[in-house]
């Protein structure tokens, strides 16, 4: 592929802390190479900040390698940017090309209020997977793993579920700031192995309801998140959540 | 909201099923026999009740779902580029279901009140519209009525044809989405589902749609 230096207008949101009212800010960056990642393009624009005695931008990053799910970026009007199944990590520069405007905004939902800047608090997805996301391990010695037969197909959907790597930008995607896709990744994941048995029935109820507390919005199927998800998660497994509750309430003694 | 939608894509089937008696084009003999079979049968005239409740329902959730997934956006982007990720109508449904109520009011102010309420409120002379007898009842002659509607208004013709429009986009996402509700997405039946989707909204729209259109023409009289 071949590599060329661009110059970019950004537009970044800033916002100084979860009270205050944010706005755009512009920046001019210059020569950034096509081979950077967008957030090698905010470390270098946060460099040229610093040199100028202002304060960086504040975004969210950790591995850098598509798979932690932390750098959540609003960019150009798609999460993660233009690319599908893609991080913004991953997002490379050649996506753009020289003179380019860029405008760049936190996740927006009620459920993921800003802390600064372009980072949000996820930590409504922490509480729904606290509200049912795990299951029953006995004390003692690992057991083998062989002790316990899974129908191929039955580990590989439940693997499919478990690529979701809790980003969120399927809240982010959908008009209603649903966090369907996320919860019925999680749900189905677990629901489908053995190991997932013993609460199979109180991990959806409890995670449904967790997730209506936390304030996102409801799931009106325009399948958005799907199309937006990194990882690809199918929004077959949100049928299955709504499978799971209805099984859940039906057998439910209360 | 899958739930009462797909209690009026049913309705709709029947509906449409009886309208469609006009194309026989015998001056409307097969289409009254059937609309008076409606308005009397004590079962019809029930489900009738529930069909209006469900319509409420429907609107109800509609409204409830508008309210809720606004709030879960307080503060709305700058840029969105929605059409990158999914269709423009499944994003318009509370838009589509708006101009669909809108319709339903004239189209209920055009037959429903006067067949129901006796002529009351009715925009025609009742003598023209009334047969003379079903079985020693008095009925009304519903195909005139339409005849009346349509035959001379381009105007109410233009409006019907939209109506209809609207709730083409509407049953489209509508009728797949009812499945995806109910938890059904399976990899052999979610297609053919999606396929008889497609299917149902065209036939029932260009149906609906032909018939105000045929009557205008001349093509039914």
Redesign the interface.
């Known amino acids: 592929m071949e590599h060329y230096n661009m110059n970019l207008t950004l537009k970044v949101?800033r916002q100084k802390n979860g009270k205050s009212n944010g706005s755009?800010e512009s920046y001019q960056v210059k020569d950034i190479s096509s081979e950077m990642s967008f957030l090698e393009l905010f470390d270098v624009l946060n460099e040229q900040l610093i040199r100028d005695g202002k304060d960086p931008i504040a975004f969210d990053h950790d591995c850098r390698e598509g798979i932690c799910g932390a750098c959540s970026m609003?960019i150009?009007?798609?999460a993660h940017g233009?690319w599908q199944k893609n991080t913004t990590c991953q997002l490379h520069m050649r996506a753009f090309k020289d003179g380019d405007t860029i405008?760049v905004?936190p996740w927006?939902?009620?459920?993921f209020p800003v802390i600064k800047d372009l980072v949000v608090d996820r930590t409504a997805f922490d509480r729904i997977i606290q509200a049912g996301g795990y299951i029953s391990v006995n004390t003692g010695n690992a057991q083998d793993a062989n002790a316990l037969p899974i129908d191929k197909k039955d580990a590989d959907a439940a693997f499919d579920a478990a690529a979701c790597i809790g980003c969120g930008a399927c809240v982010a995607?959908c008009?209603?700031?649903?966090a369907m896709l996320f919860v019925s990744a999680k749900i189905s994941q677990l629901s489908m192995l053995p190991q997932g048995q013993p609460e199979r029935e109180t991990r959806a109820l409890n995670m449904v309801a967790q997730m209506d507390k936390e304030?996102?919005?409801?799931?009106?199927?325009?399948?958005?998140c799907e199309?937006?998800c990194p990882k690809g998660i199918s929004?077959?497994n949100?049928?299955?959540?709504?499978?799971e509750f209805?099984r859940a309430g039906m057998n439910s003694e209360d | 909201m899958g739930l009462t939608g797909l209690f009026l894509i049913t309705f709709l089937i029947v509906h449409c099923g009886l309208n469609a008696m006009i194309f026989f084009n015998d001056g409307g003999d097969t289409f009254n026999h059937w609309a008076h079979f409606m308005g009397t049968n004590l079962i019809i005239r029930t489900m009738e009740i529930g069909l209006f409740l469900f319509l409420l329902l429907h609107i109800v959730q509609g409204l409830m779902l508008v309210s809720q997934n606004n709030a879960a956006r307080p503060v709305k982007y700058a840029v969105n580029k929605a059409e990158k990720n999914s269709k423009w109508y499944s994003r318009s449904m509370g838009l589509l279901g708006t101009l669909i109520l809108l319709f339903l009011v004239l189209h209920l102010y055009h037959f429903w009140v006067p067949s129901r309420m006796g002529g009351l409120g009715s925009i025609h002379a009742l003598e023209e519209t009334s047969l003379p007898s079903y079985a020693g009842q008095e009925a009304h002659n519903l195909y005139k009525e339409m005849l009346v509607v349509f035959q001379n208004n381009i105007v109410v013709v233009i409006i019907y044809v939209l109506g209809v429009f609207s709730l083409f986009w509407h049953l489209l996402h509508g009728f797949q989405s009812a499945f995806q509700t109910f938890g059904v997405n399976h990899k052999r039946y979610t297609p053919i589902i999606n396929t008889i989707g497609v299917l149902y909204s065209v036939i029932i729209c260009l149906l609906f749609a032909s018939m105000p259109v045929a009557m205008y023409m001349g093509w039914v009289s």
Do not use: D, H
Not at chain 1, 108 to 111: D, G, I, T, V
Not at chain 1, 215 to 224: D, I, P, R, S
């Open positions: 949101w755009f609003y150009n009007g798609q233009p405008v905004e927006r939902s009620k459920a995607t008009k209603n700031g649903s304030g996102f919005g409801n799931c009106t199927n325009t399948y958005a199309a937006e929004v077959a949100i049928a299955r959540m709504n499978r209805l």
